[in-house]
C-alpha cells in the first residue's frame, strides 16, 4: 500500500480514537501539518500543548516552546518542510483547570501502538527524541536502556535505527536542566548526522 494512504489511514483511526477518558473533548494532532512523509528526521516530544499544537494543529508551533524549537532546526539550517514531529500522545492531557498536563503511563501505552505505526510509516532515516518521556515511550516499541541524562546527545541505535536522545525546549527546562546554549550544542549532532546520511546517499 502507498505511504500516503497508509498515513491517511492513521490519520482516520487517530482522529475517531476516544481510548484516553480525559482527552475525549480533544482532537488528535496527526496529520500533514506534522510534516513531510520524507524527512530528514522525525522529531518525537511528549505531548500537544495547549497554546501550541493543540491550537494551530502544527507540532511545536504557536507556543514558547514552538519558538525555541524553531531556533533549534534553524541552528543546524533545518526547515519544517525537511521534518515530521509527533508526540507519545496525540491528544493535548488537560489539568482539571485547563492547563497543560503531564501525560499519564496509561496514556502513553494507549497511544503507543499510534508511534509505532507512525516510525514505521515514517521510516525516518533518524528519530530525535525531545524530553525524557518521549525517550522512555520508545521502550514501549523496542527496549532500550538508555536515559536522557546519561545519552543526551548522542548519535545512538535502536530498533535498527539511528536515535539521538534531546532535551525538551519547554521554557521549564531552559531554566532547570538545558539551557537555551547547551541545547543548541546538542543538536549539532542531529545536523551532523543529517549531514552524513546525506553524503552517504550521494555516494
Ligand atoms: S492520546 Fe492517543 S490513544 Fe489517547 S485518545 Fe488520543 S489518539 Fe487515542
Known amino acids: 500500500m502507498k505511504q500516503s494512504t497508509l498515513f491517511s489511514q492513521l490519520e482516520a483511526e487517530a ?3 476516544l481510548i ?11 496529520s500533514p501539518l506534522n510534516g513531510t512523509l520524507t524527512p530528514k528526521v ?7 500543548g495547549r497554546n501550541g499544537a493543540d491550537r494551530t494543529r502544527i ?8 519558538t525555541t524549537f524553531e531556533k533549534l532546526l534553524a541552528s543546524i539550517k533545518l526547515t519544517r518542510a525537511e521534518i515530521f514531529i509527533t508526540n507519545t500522545v496525540l491528544c493535548s492531557p488537560r489539568k482539571p483547570s485547563g492547563a497543560n498536563d503531564k501525560p499519564t503511563r496509561g496514556e502513553i501505552r494507549n497511544c503507543s501502538h499510534f508511534l ?19 525517550l ?23 530498533n535498527g535505527r539511528k536515535l539521538v536522545p534531546l532535551y525538551h525546549p519547554s521554557p521549564q527546562v531552559l531554566i532547570t536542566a538545558r539551557p537555551l ?18 553524503a552517504k546517499g550521494k555516494s
Request: hydrophobic share 45%; charged share 25%; aromatic share 4%.
Open 59 to 66: 507540532p511545536f508551533h504557536g507556543d514558547a516552546s514552538g
Open 181 to 198: 546554549i547547551q541545547q543548541l550544542n546538542d543538536i549539532k549532532v542531529l545536523g551532523r548526522e543529517i549531514k552524513r546520511q546525506k
Open 136 to 158: 522512555e515511550a520508545l521502550k514501549l516499541i523496542a527496549p532500550h536502556d538508555y536515559t536522557l541524562k546519561e545519552s543526551a546527545a548522542q548519535l545512538l541505535n535502536w
Open 116 to 134: 509505532h505505526r507512525t516510525i514505521e510509516v515514517i521510516n525516518p532515516p533518524v528519530i530525535a527524541t525531545l524530553g525524557a518521556v518521549a
Open 20 to 30: 484516553c477518558e480525559r482527552m475525549r473533548e480533544r482532537q488528535a494532532v496527526l
Open 42 to 48: 522525525m522529531f518525537i516530544a511528549e505531548a500537544p
Open 15 to 17: 482522529a475517531a480514537c
